[in-house]
């Protein structure tokens, strides 16, 4: 299973060789060291563990730098789990980069999504709203009625779609493509949008 870590760059468009234009979004990607090699028999799971970006190294911990003693300047500012079925193909210290991935491969990527604050049920659900003419006036984009006492006996019903806090999410995002993966420059483009901000880290597994 190929995968990496990466900060979102920015979105752009990248042409073909046919000269057919398609919207990308750049991903900053790796390297990423291989901090912890997990197993089944040892830890009951079989994973790699992984550290990306830098940090300032008094920031972190002393037992954290502990187990980073065998990573020469192991100051990460990110560490990710990823389950892997072949946890003997990685070794501590081993880097990752973008040259895991090839042009065409089918990918899943997930971030924490914009947050965009307190929003109604229009822009938070999609809500139509009331109509326009017939005597409104303030309540176009209002939800209208939540319950009562034939539906929920007098409550509002668990799950109610409502006004609220939005975004700030963990969003996947499937069947996307890689365009190009340039591990010289550690950059990757992705088709289309992924979630998040610019500088938001990014996980980038294949779609197997």
């Known amino acids: 299973m190929a995968f990496i870590l990466g900060k979102k760059v920015n979105m752009t468009q990248f ?8 919207p990308v979004t750049l991903v900053e990607s790796g390297p990423m060291i291989v901090t912890q090699v997990k197993t089944a028999e040892k830890d009951g799971y ?10 300032n190294p008094k920031r972190i911990p002393k037992p954290v730098r502990g187990q980073w003693k065998a990573i020469p ?6 560490v990710r789990e990823f389950r892997v ?13 973008a040259s895991v991935f ?12 914009k ?26 984009r209002e939800a209208g009625s939540i319950g ?13 779609r409502m006004a609220g806090r939005m975004g700030g999410e963990r969003v996947t995002v499937r069947n996307l493509e890689i365009v190009f993966a340039d591990a010289e420059k550690n950059l990757v483009a992705v088709s ?14 294949k779609i197997i």
């Open 115 to 140: 947050g965009k604050g307190f929003q109604g049920v229009v822009k938070r659900h999609g809500f139509h709203g009331g109509s326009r003419t017939h005597g409104q006036k303030h309540s176009e």
């Open 85 to 97: 079925s072949n946890p003997s193909d990685f070794n501590v210290g081993d880097a990752i980069t």
């Open 15 to 22: 042409f073909t060789k046919a000269g057919i234009v398609r």
């Open 46 to 55: 079989d994973a790699v563990q992984v550290g990306f970006g830098r940090k």
């Open 148 to 160: 009562g006492g034939g539906r929920a006996g007098g409550r509002v019903a668990k799950g109610m």
């Open 192 to 205: 289309g949008a992924i979630p998040g901000r610019r500088d938001t880290l990014v996980e980038i597994r």
């Open 102 to 113: 090839n042009t065409g491969d089918k990918v899943k990527v997930s971030a924490i999504s």
């Open 73 to 78: 300047d192991a100051s990460f500012r990110w």
